[in-house]
C-alpha cells in the first residue's frame, strides 16, 4: 500500500522567520508603543511556526493510526517471550507496522522515532529498531502522552521528557490512540507515539541570528525548555514556570513585560501561548533593559 501524506516541512520557513525579525525589530523607529507592537507580531509568527511543526507531526500520525497496518496488532502474544529482553517484540515481526512507522520518520523531519504501546502501557514495537535495543524501560503508562491519550481519547501532546544523561537530551511526542479494526466491536488496541526532535525546533531559533543578550525559548506546559535560540544553552534543560510571563501565556494571556529571567536579570519578555492537541506550549522572545 501506497501512503501519500503531503505534509513534509513547514509553513513559515527559517528564512522567513529570520527576515520577518529583521523587519519587525531591526527597522523600527525608537518608539517604544512601536517596538512592543513589532515584538508581538514577531512573536506570534514563531508561535504560527511552532504550531506548524507541531500540527503537520500530528496529522501524519492521525492519518496513518487509522491503516489497518497500524490497527491490527498480530504479534501481540510474542511479548510474553520478548518484552524483558527486547523492549518488545522481535525486529522482523509485524514489518508491515514497522514499514509504516519508518515512512513517516522518512517523510517528516520533526518526529525522531516511531512506536506503538499496548492498552497496558506494555512497549509493542520502535522504530527505528535501535531506539527499542536501547530503552531502558519495557512500560510507559507513567508517561503522560500515554495517560493523556487514553484519557481524552484524542491525539495528545505530552510533555517535555529530559533525559538523565550529561547532556540533559530533550525529548517530547505526540500520542493517538488505536482501536482495533474490528466492526461489531472494536477496542482499544494501542497507542501510536511520534517522538518529537527538539533539534530541529533548536535549528530553526538559532537560524535568527538574534543581536547579543536576545533570546527566543520555546517551552512545554510546565515550563521546561523545548528549544533555545542560545546555541550555548540549547543543550541545558531549563525551567521558565516560575516567570510570571510563563505564568500569564499558560493562562492564555499574549503580551510584553518586565519580568525576571536567570534569577536576578531584568529583561522585556515578550510571550505567546501556542495551544495544540489538549496543552499549551509557549513562546518566549526576551530582550536586556537597556542600562541608563
Given at each position: 500500500?501506497?501512503?501519500?501524506?503531503?505534509?513534509?516541512?513547514?509553513?513559515?520557513?527559517?528564512?522567513v522567520?529570520?527576515?520577518?525579525?529583521?523587519?519587525?525589530?531591526?527597522?523600527?523607529?525608537?518608539?517604544?508603543?512601536?517596538?512592543?507592537?513589532?515584538?508581538?507580531?514577531?512573536t506570534?509568527?514563531?508561535?504560527?511556526?511552532l504550531?506548524?511543526?507541531?500540527?503537520?507531526?500530528?496529522?501524519?500520525?492521525?492519518?496513518?493510526?487509522k491503516?489497518?497496518?497500524?490497527?491490527?496488532?498480530?504479534?501481540?502474544h510474542?511479548l510474553n517471550?520478548?518484552?524483558?529482553?527486547?523492549?518488545?517484540?522481535?525486529?522482523?515481526?509485524?514489518?508491515?507496522?514497522?514499514?509504516?512507522?519508518?515512512?513517516?520518520?522518512?517523510?517528516n523531519?520533526?518526529?525522531?522515532?516511531v512506536?506503538?504501546?499496548m492498552?497496558?502501557?506494555?512497549?509493542y514495537?520502535?522504530?527505528?529498531y535501535?531506539?527499542?535495543?536501547?530503552?531502558?524501560?519495557?512500560?510507559?503508562?507513567?508517561?503522560?502522552?500515554?495517560?493523556?491519550?487514553i484519557?481524552?481519547?484524542?491525539t495528545?501532546?505530552?510533555?517535555?521528557?529530559?533525559?538523565k544523561?550529561a547532556s540533559?537530551?530533550?525529548?517530547?511526542?505526540?500520542?493517538i490512540?488505536?482501536?482495533?479494526?474490528?466492526?461489531n466491536?472494536?477496542?482499544?488496541?494501542?497507542?501510536?507515539?511520534?517522538?518529537l526532535?527538539?533539534?530541529?525546533?533548536?535549528?530553526?531559533?538559532?537560524?535568527?541570528?538574534?543581536?547579543?543578550?536576545?533570546?527566543?525559548?520555546?517551552?512545554?506546559?510546565?515550563?521546561?525548555?523545548?528549544?533555545?535560540?542560545d546555541?550555548?544553552?540549547?543543550?541545558?534543560?531549563?525551567?521558565?514556570?516560575?516567570?510570571?510571563?510563563?505564568?500569564?501565556?499558560?493562562?492564555?494571556?499574549?503580551?510584553?513585560?518586565?519580568d525576571?529571567?536567570?534569577?536576578?536579570?531584568k529583561?522585556?519578555?515578550?510571550?505567546?501561548p501556542?495551544?495544540?492537541?489538549?496543552?499549551t506550549?509557549?513562546?518566549?522572545?526576551m530582550q536586556?533593559?537597556p542600562?541608563?
Amino acid at each position: 500500500m501506497v501512503i501519500i501524506l503531503g505534509l513534509q516541512g513547514i509553513a513559515v520557513q527559517k528564512s522567513v522567520l529570520a527576515a520577518a525579525y529583521s523587519d519587525t525589530i531591526n527597522n523600527v523607529a525608537a518608539d517604544d508603543s512601536k517596538i512592543i507592537q513589532n515584538r508581538i507580531l514577531f512573536t506570534n509568527l514563531l508561535a504560527k511556526n511552532l504550531e506548524n511543526h507541531i500540527q503537520k507531526a500530528g496529522a501524519i500520525l492521525e492519518i496513518t493510526s487509522k491503516l489497518p497496518q497500524v490497527r491490527n496488532v498480530p504479534y501481540a502474544h510474542l511479548l510474553n517471550q520478548t518484552l524483558n529482553t527486547l523492549h518488545g517484540i522481535p525486529q522482523y515481526a509485524d514489518m508491515e507496522k514497522r514499514q509504516v512507522a519508518k515512512y513517516i520518520i522518512a517523510s517528516n523531519s520533526d518526529l525522531r522515532d516511531v512506536f506503538f504501546i499496548m492498552p497496558n502501557g506494555d512497549g509493542y514495537l520502535f522504530e527505528p529498531y535501535s531506539t527499542q535495543q536501547n530503552l531502558t524501560t519495557k512500560n510507559f503508562a507513567f508517561r503522560d502522552y500515554f495517560q493523556g491519550a487514553i484519557k481524552t481519547n484524542d491525539t495528545y501532546l505530552g510533555n517535555v521528557i529530559i533525559t538523565k544523561t550529561a547532556s540533559g537530551f530533550r525529548a517530547g511526542a505526540i500520542a493517538i490512540p488505536v482501536y482495533s479494526s474490528s466492526k461489531n466491536n472494536p477496542s482499544i488496541a494501542g497507542v501510536w507515539v511520534g517522538g518529537l526532535d527538539f533539534k530541529v525546533f533548536d535549528r530553526d531559533l538559532q537560524s535568527l541570528n538574534l543581536p547579543s543578550g536576545e533570546r527566543v525559548v520555546y517551552t512545554g506546559y510546565k515550563g521546561q525548555k523545548v528549544a533555545d535560540s542560545d546555541i550555548n544553552k540549547s543543550n541545558t534543560a531549563e525551567s521558565f514556570a516560575n516567570m510570571n510571563s510563563f505564568k500569564n501565556a499558560i493562562n492564555g494571556k499574549s503580551g510584553s513585560m518586565i519580568d525576571t529571567v536567570d534569577n536576578n536579570t531584568k529583561m522585556l519578555v515578550t510571550y505567546q501561548p501556542v495551544r495544540m492537541f489538549h496543552n499549551t506550549w509557549i513562546v518566549l522572545l526576551m530582550q536586556p533593559i537597556p542600562t541608563q
